[in-house]
Nanobody, 119 residues
Framework: QVQLVESGGGSVQAGGSLRLSCAYT?????MGWFRQAPGKEREGVAT???????SYAASVKGRFTISRDNAKNTLYLQMNSLKPEDTAMYYC????????????????WGQGTMVTISS
């Protein structure tokens, strides 16, 4: 079972930036970031294949950038122009197969890292 450990969360003001990292023990074809805001369902944010194909949720497109270093088994999420509505627990995910934003497509989750954006 792949294990994932996120880091890099924190509190910043609106308009600021954060970079999340996720170290994983085994690479998968598709890796992704999901988030869950208080009182809301977990949602997909961005995914990336091992060949570098990207997909973003409409709410973050143009502001967030997902990347992965296959040699280091590390996944990243660069978040710019952050908004209060980006406040959530962010989870790294290893998907079972093809990339998807469906939570039931995820095979393994990290423990999450909290991102708080103040206005």
């Amino acid at each position: 079972q792949v294990q994932l450990v996120e880091s890099g969360g924190g509190s910043v003001q609106a308009g600021g930036s954060l970079r999340l990292s996720c170290a994983y023990t085994a690479s998968r074809y598709c890796m992704g970031w999901f988030r869950q805001a208080p009182g809301k369902e977990r949602e997909g944010v961005a995914t990336i294949t091992n060949a570098g194909s990207l997909s973003y949720a409409a709410s973050v497109k143009g502001r967030f950038t997902i990347s992965r270093d296959n040699a280091k088994n590390t996944l990243y999420l660069q978040m710019n122009s952050l908004k209060p509505e980006d406040t959530a627990m962010y989870y790294c995910a290893a998907l079972k197969g093809l990339c998807s934003f469906a939570t039931n497509a995820v095979d393994a989750w990290g423990q999450g890292t909290m991102v708080t954006i103040s206005s």
